[in-house]
Every structure is written in structure tokens, then in C-alpha cells.
């Protein structure tokens, strides 16, 4: 009998008291970008707060009520915890930080308060934890557990755009955050392509497409089949079954305007 490992991306809460704000915050994001939490795993990270039993059971219940599901805990005891609560978590190592934008986009954009900065964290690959409330990117692992595979750019501009010359594979994340990512081939199901600038997928775009990441609300997504699961651009969320039908499987081109994101059939 073989037992094997996987790699998962995970997006890591680290809560802070008054829990009462913290949630307020949860909610600002969610309310802004609906679908960054559907189908992600989550780890709850309560390392060094000595929280009391009865306030993580509150935590959850609150996180519940949003739909939003934590995978595992850490920072608190296996045997603390009680019976249907997720189990423990840890292993995580640190890493150099990782500035990623907040959700919700720029204050000037949104009229929402201010950017987030987050730290970063690995299990093994690229994890990205909590700061300022906002939200990051962890990656959980088993023993025999690989870091999820990351194509390499077949060339680089200044910085300011990548090219990826071989299709994303599911469980892959490209992540650019100064510029625009090209992607000769098509991005598959689980697969996420994080973009400071536009997006272009030359072939089929399934998976996750995040573009205009550092607040550029000119971004843009282009793809030669759209059939992804999320698009975002500047913060702003759309999920699979709020896409025009009609573009389902078509040639289209995803634009921010007036704080929505609008959906045109390219010819």
C-alpha cells in the first residue's frame, strides 16, 4: 500500500482581537469580492494568542456563517480541541515577506479604507500568510508532499511582462505582480494566473485569472476560450456561474468599468 502526498494552496486567516473588527474586515473584503474565498481551504493561524477555547469555537461559527470553511488550525493543541472542530496544523516555515494587495482594491478606487499588506509563509512552496487583515496564500503538504510545479517564463521584459511558453497545469500558480502575463497555451482547471497588469491566454482559460493585482483597474483579461472558474480585475471578483452564457466557451476579452466587470466577445 503507497501512501502519497498533494500540494494545496490555502488561504491563511490570522485573526486579531476585538474579533468583532476583524470580522468587520472579512466582511469588507467578502462584500467586495464575493468569490475570493469559493473553494479555497483555509488555515486559521492563532499562534502565540493563548486563545481560550470557547472564542475559537466563536471564530469559527462567525467564519462558518460566511461560508467560509477552515480546512485546519494552528497554533492550538490537538488534544485542546474539541470534537468536530478541524484538526491541528503546523509545519509551516517562514519566508521573506510578500506584498500582495488588498482584495477589496485601492482606497481611491473603491472608497473602502486603505491597501493590506501581507507577510509571507511556506510549507514547501510559495505561502503567503495574514497582515493587516487581509488575506494570504498558504500551501499545506503531507509527507511525501512536492511544491506545487511553477512554469517558467520563457522571457522577461524589465520586469514589466512575462511569457509562459507551455500550458498551466492544474494545482500550477504564475504569479507577476509588475506586469502582464502571457500564456502561449491554454490554463487548466485549479490552475491561477496572478497578474499585476493584464492577462492573455492564448488558448483556453479555465482555472483562475486575477489581473490589475496592484490596482490598475485599466487591466484587462483576454483569452482565446473562456471557460474559467473566477476573473478578477483590481480587486474585483466575478465566479463561473455569473458569466454570460452566451460567452461560455468563446473568444473574450474581461475589462473593469464603473466599478464592474464587463464581459465582450472578441471577433
Known amino acids: 500500500m503507497k501512501f502519497k502526498g498533494k500540494s494545496f494552496i490555502a488561504i491563511v486567516l490570522a485573526p486579531e482581537p476585538p474579533f468583532a473588527d476583524w470580522f468587520r474586515e472579512i466582511d469588507r473584503i467578502t ?28 471564530l469559527l461559527e462567525g467564519l462558518s456563517s460566511r461560508s467560509i470553511r477552515v480546512m485546519g488550525i494552528d497554533g492550538v493543541a490537538g488534544t485542546r480541541l474539541k470534537p468536530g472542530m478541524p484538526p491541528s496544523f503546523s509545519g509551516g516555515r517562514l519566508a521573506s515577506d510578500v506584498e500582495v494587495p488588498n482584495p477589496s482594491g485601492n482606497a481611491d478606487k473603491s472608497g473602502d479604507n486603505g491597501s493590506g499588506e501581507e507577510s509571507g509563509k511556506k510549507t514547501q512552496a510559495d505561502n503567503k500568510s495574514s497582515k493587516d487583515n487581509s488575506n494570504g496564500a498558504a500551501e499545506s503538504d503531507s509527507s511525501e508532499t512536492e511544491a506545487p510545479q511553477i512554469a517558467a517564463p520563457a522571457s522577461e521584459d524589465n520586469g514589466s511582462s512575462i511569457v509562459i511558453t507551455e500550458p ?53 483579461i483576454f483569452c482565446s476560450r473562456l471557460d474559467a472558474e473566477l476573473v478578477s480585475i483590481n480587486g ?13 466557451n468563446s473568444a473574450a476579452q474581461i475589462r473593469f468599468e464603473n466599478e464592474s466587470l464587463v464581459f465582450e466577445e472578441l471577433n
Open 236 to 248: 474585483l471578483y466575478k465566479v463561473a456561474d455569473d458569466f454570460d452564457g452566451k460567452l461560455r
Open 168 to 220: 498551466v497545469r492544474s494545482g500550477q500558480s504564475i504569479l507577476h505582480p509588475d506586469g502582464d502575463v502571457t500564456v502561449i497555451g491554454s490554463v487548466s482547471s485549479g490552475a491561477e494566473i496572478i497578474a499585476g497588469g493584464s492577462i492573455h491566454v492564448y488558448g483556453t482559460l479555465r482555472g483562475r485569472a486575477l489581473a490589475g493585482v496592484a490596482g490598475k483597474d485599466s487591466a484587462r
Open 31 to 58: 462584500s467586495r469580492s464575493p468569490g475570493f474565498f469559493i473553494d479555497r481551504p483555509i488555515i486559521l493561524d492563532v499562534r502565540g494568542s493563548k486563545i481560550p477555547i470557547e472564542d475559537l469555537e466563536d
